[in-house]
């Protein structure tokens, strides 16, 4: 089957951690991106990479690092710079042209 | 003002009402337009996708846009208790990057 995995689901961070979310696709799309969901504020985009050893910033990139090495993977890590880091997180991926995004399942980071 | 503004809702409707749900925006350049549904603790799903002006019909689904009002809708017809979920409006101007922006979702539930 054709999708996009995130992992873990729940994920729990503790004071001063750095964690990291996975997302991996195998519909060999070539762009794939960063959400991050609160309540009443929709979807908001951390960070996005069209091709693999690229990526940019989104609109709150602030105390979030991505790397992209490989085409199907695109991980989101969470520095202890992000202050309020509880929310739910989204990766999406997209084929090349005015393809629209499809999305996983996302993961739910909150602060022990 | 936002980008794209949404009804937060709740909706309640009864089962096999028709369902209207809408978005109004102000960027003129915004030319592709989508709907996801989103369930509880999952991933928005991709339920139509237009571009420009005009219809689209999938199923009990209607994808309406009018640019000239900046407005979209979406209507669901004979709704079951399992269309109950949060829709998301999302729209773009295209390019390279495919830059979404999000309403922050209307929750939908169908009584039965």
């Known amino acids: 089957d054709g999708g996009i995995t995130q992992s873990p689901k729940y994920l729990f961070r503790k004071e001063g951690q750095n964690v990291t979310l996975s997302c991996e696709q195998n519909?060999?799309?070539?762009?794939m991106y960063w959400y991050r969901q609160d309540p009443g504020q929709g979807l908001r985009l951390i960070y996005y990479?069209?091709?693999?050893?690229?990526?940019q910033k989104g609109d709150i990139a602030e105390g979030y690092s991505v790397s992209r090495e490989k085409k199907e993977s695109f991980p989101l890590t969470v520095t202890s710079a992000q202050k309020n880091p509880t929310a739910f997180y989204l990766c999406?991926?997209?084929?090349?042209?005015?393809?629209?995004?499809?999305f996983g399942d996302g993961t739910r980071l909150s602060i022990l | 003002q936002k980008e794209v503004e949404q009804d937060p809702g709740p909706l309640s409707v009864p089962e096999g009402a028709i369902v209207s749900l809408n978005c109004t925006y102000s960027?003129?350049?915004?030319?592709?337009f989508m709907w996801y549904r989103q369930y509880s603790r999952k991933g928005p799903e991709l339920l139509m996708y237009?571009?420009?002006?005009g219809n689209k019909e999938d199923g009990r689904f209607t994808a309406q846009v009018d640019k000239s009002s900046k407005y979209i809708s979406l209507f669901i017809r004979d709704s079951q208790p399992s269309d109950s979920a949060t829709y998301l409006c999302?729209?773009?101007?295209?390019?390279?990057?495919?830059?979404?922006?999000f309403g922050t979702g209307t929750l939908l539930a169908v009584q039965p």
């Open positions: 999406a991926s997209r084929d090349r042209g005015a393809q629209p995004q499809h």
């Open positions: 999302a729209m773009s101007s295209g390019g390279a990057t495919n830059k979404l922006i």
């Open positions: 519909l060999n799309h070539d762009a």
């Open positions: 990479s069209q091709i693999v050893n690229d990526f």
């Open positions: 960027n003129s350049a915004f030319q592709y």
């Open positions: 237009t571009y420009s002006s």
